[in-house]
């Protein structure tokens, strides 16, 4: 079992810049894929970054060149670094792990086991 807790969330003008963190608990931590979602008002989840265990990352096409996903496997915590945030960044953001062999499509779709309870971010314009 994995617990998750994110953090960082917050209000920020359009152009800001913000940082979430998520924290894991449990055991080995760094062979878990650990991924970013998010779920605008009124909007299904969306994927937003993915950080798999070997040490690749991927961003989605909405974000990408303006965030950032990093993970400290001694702190078993991921990061998403957010910058040049847009008013439509704005939503509730998840972490997500899950140890199993992962295809993007499974990762797209939002079927990663561990969730945590998530964090709002809010981009005024």
């Known amino acids: 079992q994995v617990q998750l807790v994110e953090s960082g969330g917050g209000l920020v003008q359009a152009g800001g810049s913000l940082r979430l963190s998520c924290a894991a608990s449990?055991?080995?931590?760094?062979?878990?894929?650990m991924g970013w979602f998010r779920q605008a008002p009124g909007k299904e989840r969306d994927f937003v970054a993915i950080s798999w265990s070997g040490g690749g990352t991927y961003c989605g096409d909405t974000v990408k060149g303006r965030f950032t996903i990093s993970r400290d496997n001694a702190k078993n915590t991921v990061y998403l670094q957010m910058n040049s945030l847009k008013p439509e960044d704005t939503a509730v953001y998840y972490c997500a792990a899950d140890d199993r062999i992962l295809t993007m499509r499974m990762i797209s779709s939002g079927d990663m086991n561990y969730w945590g309870k998530g964090t709002l971010v809010t981009v005024s314009s």
């Open positions: 449990g055991r080995a931590y760094s062979t878990y894929a």
